[in-house]
Antibody
Framework: QVQLQESGPGLVKPSETLSLTCDVS?????????WGWIRQTPGKGLEWIGS???????YYNPSLKSRVTISLDTSKNQFSLKLTSVTAADTGVYYC???????????WGQGTLVSVSS | DIQMTQSPSSLSASVGDRVTIACRAS??????LNWYRQKPGQAPKLLIY???SLQNGVPSRFSGRGSGTDFTLTISSLQPEDFATYYC?????????FGQGTNLEI
C-alpha cells in the first residue's frame, strides 16, 4: 500500500519561501509514475501546483511556474516543494499525491496546513 | 486553462437516495475526467478515473459516464459516509484543473 506524508513549517512569513517534503512508503519514487503537489485554498479551491516524473522531469502550473520548484530525492524516497515569494493568497492545505496511469491522483497524503502571516 | 463547472453546487438528499452530479468542461477532454470524494478534514479520495472506470476498492454504487465535455457521477444508493464534497478533475491538458465542488448534505 502506497502511503504519503507531508512535512514542513506550518507558518511562513510573507515574501519568504514555503518548503515542504513528502515522504513516500510502499513504493519507490524512482520506479515510476509522476508525483505531484496540490493545494486547497479558500480563494481557488483545489489547485494543481506541479509534478515530477520518476526520471526527474518536471511540469508546473503556468500560474505558479515562476515561483515553484519540485525535486526528487531517491535516496530518501521523497520529493519536495519550494514556493518562493509567498503571500497570504498561498495560505491553505498542501497535499502531495501519486499520479496514476492517466494522470489522476490515486494516493494522497493527509495534507498539511500552511499559513502565510507575519 | 480548461474550466470545470459542477452542478449543482450543493445537494440535499437522504440515505438510500440515488443522486447524480454533473461536470462540464469548457472544451473537449475526451474521457480524461476523474471524480473524487472529500470528507471534512481529509484528503480527496479517487472514486472514478477515465470518466467511467471504478478505482480499486471503491463500492459499485458509484458510477461515472460521459465523454467530450459533459460528464456525470451517480451514486445509486447513498450511504452515511457519502455525505461529503465531490470534485471532478480533468487530466487531459496542463494545467490539470478541478471543479469547484458539490457539497452533498443530508
Amino acid at each position: 500500500q502506497v502511503q504519503l506524508q507531508e512535512s514542513g513549517p506550518g507558518l511562513v512569513k510573507p515574501s519568504e519561501t514555503l518548503s515542504l517534503t513528502c515522504d513516500v512508503s510502499g513504493y519507490s519514487v524512482s520506479s515510476g509514475y509522476y508525483w505531484g503537489w496540490i493545494r486547497q485554498t479558500p480563494g481557488k479551491g483545489l489547485e494543481w501546483i506541479g509534478s515530477i516524473y520518476h526520471s526527474g522531469n518536471t511540469y508546473y502550473n503556468p500560474s505558479l511556474k515562476s515561483r515553484v520548484t519540485i525535486s526528487l530525492d531517491t535516496s530518501k524516497n521523497q520529493f519536495s516543494l519550494k514556493l518562493t515569494s509567498v503571500t497570504a493568497a498561498d495560505t491553505g492545505v498542501y497535499y502531495c499525491a501519486k499520479h496514476g496511469e492517466f494522470q489522476y491522483f490515486d494516493y494522497w497524503g493527509q495534507g498539511t496546513l500552511v499559513s502565510v502571516s507575519s | 486553462d480548461i474550466q470545470m463547472t459542477q452542478s449543482p453546487s450543493s445537494l440535499s438528499a437522504s440515505v438510500g437516495d440515488r443522486v447524480t452530479i454533473a461536470c462540464r468542461a469548457s472544451q473537449t477532454i475526451n474521457t480524461f475526467l476523474n471524480w473524487y470524494r472529500q470528507k471534512p478534514g481529509q484528503a480527496p479520495k479517487l472514486l472514478i478515473y477515465a470518466a467511467s472506470s471504478l478505482q480499486n476498492g471503491v463500492p459499485s454504487r458509484f458510477s461515472g459516464r460521459g465523454s467530450g465535455t459533459d460528464f456525470t457521477l451517480t451514486i445509486s444508493s447513498l450511504q452515511p459516509e457519502d455525505f461529503a464534497t465531490y470534485y471532478c478533475q480533468q487530466s487531459y491538458s496542463t494545467p490539470q484543473t478541478f471543479g469547484q465542488g458539490t457539497n452533498l448534505e443530508i
